[in-house]
């Protein structure tokens, strides 16, 4: 099945847009950019939303502004609507198992307490939509994460994370094509 939704997780607010957990907004802002696409606050759907054509198909970009604990609602919304299947979403998100500049793509899987993933499984009932994980590195105390993933990454992390972004919409063509293998040799590879 072809995605037909790519969801960029994050926090609204100029408060949070450089933060570690807006790696999800990143991407999508800069794919915007690249596809020459202007964001739409759409209300109905709790975000801001893209319509593409691209050559795989007619594709939308989602970043909602329920805030992370509640991104289901707008995930959910969108796919509601347009009758769009777990498997064909793609959601982008900050992954603190992953050193900055790591990337991991897969479909499915638990959630990793990642709060914004855990918020989408609850809404659309099922953990089987793909995931794009963008490393921004764990502060190494469990106590610490709430401060670390809301606070802006050194400078030498962010570039780590800007190279992964470009890697990762590089890549997109091929997810979009469902050569997912393919997708996956280069963004795992060191």
Same mark, same amino acid.
């Given at each position: 099945?072809?995605?037909?939704?790519?969801?960029?997780?994050?926090?609204?607010?100029?408060?949070?847009?450089?933060?570690?957990?807006?790696?999800?907004?990143? $991407?999508? =802002?800069?794919? !915007?950019?690249?596809?020459?696409?202007?964001?739409?606050?759409? @209300?109905?759907?709790? #975000? /801001?939303?893209?319509?593409?054509?691209?050559?795989?198909?007619?594709?939308?970009?989602?970043?909602?502004?329920?805030?992370?604990?509640?991104?289901?609602?707008?995930?959910?919304?969108?796919?509601?609507?347009?009758?769009?299947?777990?498997?064909?979403?793609?959601?982008?998100?900050?992954?603190?198992?992953?050193?900055?500049?790591?990337?991991?793509?897969?479909?499915?899987?638990?959630?990793?307490?990642?709060?914004? $993933?855990? =918020?989408?499984? !609850?809404?659309?009932?099922?953990?089987?939509?793909?995931?794009? @994980?963008?490393?921004? #590195? /764990?502060?190494?105390?469990?106590?610490?994460?709430?401060?670390?993933?809301?606070?802006?990454?050194?400078?030498?992390?962010?570039?780590?994370?800007?190279?992964?972004?470009?890697?990762?919409?590089?890549?997109?063509?091929?997810?979009?094509?469902?050569?997912?293998?393919?997708?996956?040799?280069?963004?795992?590879?060191?």
């Amino acid at each position: 099945m072809p995605i037909k939704l790519i969801v960029g997780l994050g926090n609204p607010g100029p408060e949070y847009e450089d933060t570690r957990h807006n790696a999800g907004f990143w $991407l999508l =802002d800069q794919l !915007a950019q690249q596809w020459h696409s202007h964001w739409q606050d759409d @209300r109905k759907f709790f #975000g /801001h939303l893209i319509r593409s054509t691209r050559p795989s198909g007619e594709i939308r970009l989602l970043k909602p502004q329920t805030y992370m604990n509640l991104s289901g609602q707008s995930v959910q919304a969108v796919a509601s609507f347009y009758k769009i299947q777990p498997q064909e979403i793609l959601v982008i998100h900050d992954e603190l198992d992953l050193e900055p500049g790591r990337i991991k793509f897969k479909l499915g899987g638990g959630n990793g307490g990642h709060n914004g $993933l855990k =918020d989408i499984q !609850a809404r659309l009932g099922s953990p089987d939509f793909y995931r794009l @994980r963008l490393g921004i #590195g /764990h502060p190494g105390d469990r106590n610490e994460v709430v401060n670390y993933v809301l606070k802006k990454p050194r400078r030498e992390e962010k570039e780590l994370i800007e190279d992964a972004i470009d890697k990762s919409i590089a890549t997109l063509p091929d997810i979009l094509a469902g050569k997912i293998e393919a997708a996956q040799r280069v963004l795992h590879g060191k």
